[in-house]
Nanobody, 114 residues
């Protein structure tokens, strides 16, 4: 399984970004696809995930601002991030869970700064 994330960048506080993660390889029977992030000096933390294209979970810190969605036909998961705050600055990692195994993408940098 390979995960390719894109869409990061520099944005001002209050702005929006949309992250994409495309999965390829042995991607049948995907359970979860989602996003984690890691800020400098901090541990990686959960952001949002989607179970088999339907059930969604969000971290409290992003509820109401971030939306996860998935294009099942393309095996791509998106993270629409609105009302971004400086504390959202981090490297965002795509995650895929399949048959009890976790897979990770390389990460994409999101910087929220004026």
């Amino acid at each position: 399984v390979q995960l390719q994330a894109s869409g990061g960048g520099l944005v001002q506080p209050g702005g929006s970004l949309r992250l994409s993660c495309a999965a390829s390889g042995s991607i049948s029977s995907i359970d979860w696809m989602g996003w984690y992030r890691q800020a400098p000096g901090k541990q990686r933390e959960f952001v949002a995930r989607m179970f088999r294209g339907s059930i969604t979970n969000y971290a409290d810190s992003v509820k109401g601002r971030f939306t996860i969605s998935r294009d099942g036909a393309e095996n791509t998961v998106y993270l629409q991030m609105n009302s971004l705050k400086p504390e959202d600055t981090a490297v965002y990692y795509c995650n895929l869970a399949r048959r009890g195994v976790n897979y990770w993408g390389k990460g994409t940098q999101v910087t929220v700064s004026s």
